[in-house]
């Protein structure tokens, strides 16, 4: 993952690859310079933005959080953009959350994260009618999304604390891939309509900064059109949903929370809005290292890493395309590895909980900690039997 002005490049990549149904688990290291914080409630997370309130940037000068806060509120839209990985981004989300809804109760939130059919299942986990862990297998959370579920976990507990509406404004992860392989026209008629009804290309500068990232691993003109398209596609649905809400709540003001890449220099979701909601006052706002680093955004807030306690990891790639969940590769000083499982092998049980998707795996890991011994059993091609592995997660 790319920590630059333009990281949401490559998370296509990264989205990608999940769109084939590859899976990374644990093999990207954690940074060595961001502080550690434990927070498992939401209460904690809010004490730490007391104690961090946040300093705001206009045009190069500092900006009291307070200033900031009274700024956003005139606009009828804000945009908080994150790099997906950072937990002080989503810090600094809530922090931005919580100020503009002690000015104005009636507030939304639209996120990213969740793709739009999977609604009714976010409404049911903010009404108190499923568990954390059922919103998480229902919504296929780590099969779609696939972060760190902890540092979003504060947002959505403040939503559901305070009544707030939450919108899966993402498009659906099977109508981006068909895109990916066959453009818009390998879509059905039924499955067009579930996107926008116009698809805006896009300018020439958002093309270029696209065309650098994507023949860092492609020289194929057909493909980068395609990858472009989904780009596209991405940024008009969220931006259409984002609408069709605002249409109908004309008394709502509304949070966006996605990706930089996708509010920054002036185009993407920001832009897209603009045409379907003319006149609206919109307003965007990122996070950012240090000014000289800033993305092109109306105001930025200054950070520096924080993370949540690492939890254990088994540093393999699985492959889910088939039956389960199958190592297709791993390295040799991963914690698999060390602990004798092989390419191949079809992930069974962990301390006895089956495997059966990434939720189960993702779920089982939550609760282990790096260093924590678990008892594995794997399927290998050849043996009748299960094989059982005790693995040190890293």
């Known amino acids: 993952m790319f920590h630059n002005r333009h990281t949401l490049f490559p998370d296509l990549m990264r989205r990608t690859l999940l769109a084939a149904c590859v899976v990374v688990i644990g093999v990207l290291p954690i940074s060595s310079i961001?502080?550690?914080?434990?927070?498992?409630?939401?209460?904690?997370?809010?004490?730490?933005?007391?104690?961090?309130?946040?300093?705001?940037?206009?045009?190069?000068?500092?900006?009291?959080?307070?200033?900031?806060?009274?700024s956003l509120a005139q606009n009828r839209v804000v945009f908080v953009g994150e790099i997906h990985d950072r937990y002080d981004h989503h810090l600094h989300q809530l922090a931005v959350l919580q100020g503009l809804h002690q000015r104005n109760p009636k507030l939304a939130i639209g996120v990213e994260w969740f793709q739009q059919s999977f609604q009714p299942?976010?409404?049911?986990?903010?009404?108190?009618?499923?568990?954390?862990?059922?919103?998480?297998?229902?919504?296929?959370?780590?099969?779609?999304w696939g972060y760190d579920y902890r540092q979003l976990r504060p947002i959505l507990a403040y939503a559901k604390a305070n009544g707030l509406p939450v919108l899966a404004l993402n498009a659906q992860v099977e109508l981006t891939r068909k895109v990916s392989e066959g453009g818009l026209e390998a879509l059905s008629k039924d499955e067009r309509a579930q996107l926008p009804p116009t698809i805006h290309p896009a300018d020439a500068d958002y093309q270029a900064r696209l065309r650098k990232v994507f023949e860092a691993h492609s020289q194929d003109p057909q493909q980068f059109e395609r990858f472009m398209l989904v780009q596209r596609i991405w940024d008009e649905t969220m931006a259409y949903n984002a609408a069709k809400y605002l249409n109908a709540n004309p008394e709502h003001q509304l949070v966006v929370l996605a990706g930089v890449g996708h509010i920054s220099d002036g185009v993407g979701i920001p832009a897209d809005l603009a045409r379907q909601l003319p006149g609206s006052k919109v307003a965007t706002v990122a996070s950012s290292d240090s000014q000289d680093a800033a993305p092109a955004v109306d105001y930025t807030l200054l950070t520096a890493a924080v993370d949540l306690p690492p939890t254990g990891k088994l540093g393999v790639l699985l492959d889910t395309q088939g039956k389960g969940l199958s190592i297709s590769a791993l390295d040799k000083n991963s914690a698999a590895a060390k602990a004798g499982l092989q390419k191949g092998d079809r992930l069974a049980t962990l301390e006895g909980v089956a495997l059966k998707n990434m939720s189960d795996l993702k779920l089982a890991l939550l609760q282990h900690q790096v260093g924590n011994a678990v008892k594995m059993t794997v399927e290998r091609a050849g043996s009748t039997d299960l094989l059982a592995y005790t693995v040190v997660l890293q």
């Not at 914080?37 to 904690?44: G, I, K, N, P, R």
């Open 121 to 144: 299942v976010l409404n049911d986990y903010l009404a108190g009618k499923l568990t954390e862990v059922e919103f998480l297998r229902r919504s296929e959370y780590f099969e779609r």
């Open 34 to 70: 961001a502080a550690t914080v434990e927070h498992a409630t939401l209460d904690e997370a809010l004490a730490h933005i007391g104690e961090h309130v946040p300093t705001g940037v206009m045009q190069g000068k500092a900006l009291p959080f307070s200033t900031l806060m009274a």
